[in-house]
């Protein structure tokens, strides 16, 4: 069975600091991961994701995550954050095909003016 | 596409009765799959079908939880009777085969007093 680990149920930096939200992932087989954004009330909205193919992915909104098989890390970052990227992050893993996500618990990332 | 559709955005009912959750997903996806979001267990797979059959309802908590999909535009989710701990988001998500990325409907919230 696959499981997500994220480091820090709250993260808080300013505006336009470096954005680092960790992941790590146990699987028996590689996994498809993915990062998801989930602003109040609303569903949770694709940032990136990695399949197969280059470990750095880059997403929406300006954030890019790595896959690093050695360490089964897959942390999200940006480079300068910006007041709109306020919302909670979840990092999520499958076996691939669509047998559905599993997440992490959630990383609600604060930004400071 | 309008995306998924969940309805109702919000319910609130009583301990004791029925409460069925909606749920219509993007055309042409033949996976769809419902998710419970709470605080103290994060967001969970509850149960995914494809081609409008249960595949896995492992994640199902109770016999009080069934879910039909008697289409490919519809399904449902229905707690009877309900309970208060089952208070949470619930959300509907759908995908293609051949595709890894689930697209989330914007959730219902269920509070059952």
């Known amino acids: 069975a696959q499981s997500v680990t994220q480091l820090g149920s709250h993260v808080s930096v300013s505006e336009g600091a470096l954005v680092l939200l960790r992941c790590n992932y146990s699987?028996?087989?590689?996994?498809?991961l993915f990062w998801y954004v989930q602003y109040p009330n609303q569903g949770l909205q694709l940032l990136l994701k990695?399949?197969?193919?280059?470990?750095l992915v880059k997403g929406i909104n300006g954030f890019e995550a790595e896959f690093k098989k050695s360490e089964t890390s897959f942390h999200l970052t940006k480079p300068s954050a910006h007041m709109s990227d306020a919302a909670e992050y979840f990092c999520?893993?499958?076996?691939?095909?669509?047998?559905?996500?599993?997440f992490g618990k959630g990383t609600h990332l604060i930004i400071q003016p | 596409d309008a995306g998924v559709i969940q309805s109702p955005r919000h319910e609130v009912t009583e301990m004791g009765q029925e409460v069925t959750l909606r749920c219509k997903p993007i055309?042409?996806?033949?996976?769809l799959f419902w998710y419970r979001q709470t605080m103290m267990r994060g967001l969970e797979l509850l149960i995914y079908?494809?081609?409008?059959?249960?595949?896995?309802d492992s994640g199902m908590p109770e016999d009080r939880f069934s879910a039909k999909m008697p289409n490919a535009s519809f399904s449902t989710l229905k707690i009877q009777p309900s309970e208060p701990r089952d208070s949470a988001v619930y959300f509907c998500?759908?995908?293609?085969?051949?595709?890894?990325?689930?697209?989330f409907g914007q959730g219902t919230r269920l509070t059952v007093v």
């Open positions: 998500a759908s995908s293609y085969t051949g595709n890894t990325e689930a697209f």
């Open positions: 990695y399949t197969t193919g280059a470990t």
């Open positions: 079908f494809n081609n409008n059959v249960p595949i896995d």
């Open positions: 999520a893993v499958s076996l691939g095909g669509a047998d559905g996500l599993t």
């Open positions: 699987s028996s087989v590689p996994p498809y």
């Open positions: 055309s042409g996806h033949d996976y």
